[in-house]
């Protein structure tokens, strides 16, 4: 009987802050990195996944995953991807590590890349990708990998086994769908605030031409900055164009409703982040005053508990999932039932370091056996570091085309890795010299 | 100009899940521990912290809290004193630790450590505990410590100013009442769900006969035991003393309503966590329908913006802050700011390992320099590790009294460091042998 005889994490780093890839108000100069691991069995086979950080921290997002060895070490493979749902709430529930959280930051970040690297394994064993192995689950194991403590005021089993038994008669035709056209797509590529007007108006052009129908702008750094770039981007793209807006948190209440009230004759589809992740209350009172702007959040929201609040304060129109900052498969997939439930589209956060390549098995699995329907639901995609996955994920006519490839996404090229490792790894020996 | 050399954190844990005490529903076997950390400097002085964990997971603690290092080491040790205002805020907005959180978990707790370290070291250079040195600092000077972003919705800069201000007439007389009298608190010490019947009904005697006018139980495990647990307590303690509860987030909405309505008839005085420390609406609903009990919470609320969101909501009777949970001394006068200007009463958490020792120092500036009053509040006591602290807190008369040495509470013995650090400590290599 194969046992799990070792969880490897590496610190992966790419020196992105050189270039101002991914630079936002909050976040000037990320590098953007991988807190990656292989949980290794005695059969030589593995499960992949990472934590996306943006630099600094990622070896303590590192450790917080090393800390969770004694759960999957020396244990039976069979029995633990057998019941995953209940290895995820044997770490939720540690009795002492609960502490540092409960359910949030580093640790449930790290709870999330377990779990998900033993879906991966699984997938590797089953020979399917992940969006395809989750969507022919029945409404009933699909349910029972949900933790539905403190959801239950909002959600309870029964509902979410009805929502999933009412997509049930359609999945086989969806699942059809997403092999011949894949799920949409939004850019941000063009929209960072370290970008010259020049490489921003080319990106732009190039957004258009490859079919995306919306992209997205960082704003929340100078406000004639943003209004000058938002009208470079209707010049460009014209006046029906989809063009979000992404503050990062940038703003209380009084200055995100000033600030959009000085943007809305651009008229952004949403503004994203407008205030502190944490703020159910201020995001629904940001939300009734700048309608019908519509308010998004989640790339930073850090559990279900916190998504369910957001839903029942009507504080958001659409909900962002990251595939790498909740408690993993297992709490998304809670979300997208919660989400379903409220009738909110989710359209998840991507770019970073292999975030496109995960998350866009949780929106095919939506699609196919959730919510049904891909109706104001796109991926957001950032043309950055796909080169170093097994299977990059690939746009085609504005879509993410379905994964192929046996595993959950976030398995990285070896090569990849050794290059890139922190700090000794030749990239990082190079740049430091 | 002397200059920070080094920041050195120890992994410091007690066994204390040999003997059950600190066993409640959620946390059933804690090794009480601290991520201990000295911040030293070039002429030979520190300043010291901890936070506190209950076992595993203290050395990811420890690592999150030497990520900070390069916001101090080889910092001029003068200019970060006399604006460690702004050394907090530089941490919070690390452009790239920030990721981790934003302001929750491991992270925030070791920016809480950090800023906490450089108060106990300006103490010790201006000779007076934390409490009499924060009760002298100008309405300015404290606000200034303050970090209003995501409050202005809530309380203002000029409305802290305000309440900061009319304070000012009595602090003279509060300092001496506070030399004089000490602060209330109340004890959990007899009320742990590991303990045998007999050794409650013993530790109740002694709690009243150390003239404490409140005690708290545990409970949440199982309602028949809670029931005659509670029975036991009115029994001793008779129908007029405080007895509140703690159920350690364990229910639901609806657990929670249907738990207290059976605990209804022995009348207890608060529950505490009955949900998610997250979960804002719960506690508003729950308050809404258990009424008149009281609703309690904070020892896990991450950050100011949940604090902020649970007075706006009427979800809590009582603001319970810890010492170690968020940002330090600035995130927890924003809390009590925060309080005061809603009229909600604040009654610490403690226990744990130095906990007592630290919070205590921000209920006396409560009192000060804010509130200005003691009605319905109370410092938690739990009679454990004490002995391992420069300076115990003291109990007398059911008060807390006031900390005369220069510091923050915080500093440990160098033998208990010793003797108690994991691995490799004398009492970890017995137990392991």
Redesign the interface.
Known sequence: MPTFTSLDVTDVRFPTSRSLDGSDA??????YSAAYLELRTSDGESGASLVF?????N???G??IR?LS?HVIGRDVEEVLADIGRAGAAMIE????????????????AIGAVVNALWDLRCMREGKPLWLLLAELSPEELVDLVDF?????ALTREEALEILERALPGRAARIAQIQDRGYPAYTTTPGWLGYSDEKMERLLREARDQGFEMVKLKVGGDLADDLRRFEITRRILGEDFLVAADAN?RW???EAVAAMEALAPAHPYWIEEP????????HA?IRRRISPIKVATGE?V??R??F??LL??GAVDVVQIDATRVGGVHENLAILLLAAKYGVPVCPHAGGVGLCEMVQHLSMLDFIAISGTMDDRRIEYVDHLHEHFVEPAIIQEGHYLAPQLPGAGARMLPASIETHRFPDGPVWKELTR
Not at 94 to 109: A, F, H, N, T, Y
Not at 149 to 153: F, G, M, N, S, V
């Open positions: 909050m976040n000037k100069d990320p590098d950080t943006i630099g600094r921290g070896d303590v997002q450790e917080a800390a004694h540690d009795s002492q590590l609960r502490w540092l959280g409960p359910e949030k930051g580093v640790m449930q970040m403590r403190y959801l239950e005021d948190q209380g209440v009084a205030t502190s992740p944490d703020d159910v209350l201020a009172e930073h850090h559990n508990i916190m369910k609040q029942q304060a």
